[in-house]
């Protein structure tokens, strides 16, 4: 892909298990990412941390929508901006309306 907003940089795979169905399945993320330059000698955000999203996803098995609450890891010197839902992996491109924050 061409676009810098598509790469492999910004994509993230996440598995969950599917309220839905009961079966786990693997969706793209694309995760809106800044990056900060610290202070090498300041201490602010050296650790790893969660931080929370609560999106929508659709079961591939069932064509249903359901909710999930997930973590991804901010490391040292990024800030996850805004996290989107593309699809099932393997599963197509099928986007669902999830950029809310």
Sequence with gaps: MSNDDNSDENRDLLEIPCRKCGQKHNYLLDVERSYVVYN????????????????????????????????????????????????????????TDSEQE
């Design 40 to 95: 090498l000698m300041s201490t602010h955000q050296m650790k790893p941390v969660k931080k929370t999203f609560t999106r929508i996803f659709i079961c591939p098995i069932k064509d249903q929508e359901f909710q999930v609450t997930f973590s991804l890891i901010q490391s040292f010197g990024t800030i996850i901006r805004n996290v989107v839902v593309k699809g099932v992996k393997d599963g197509g491109e099928k986007e």
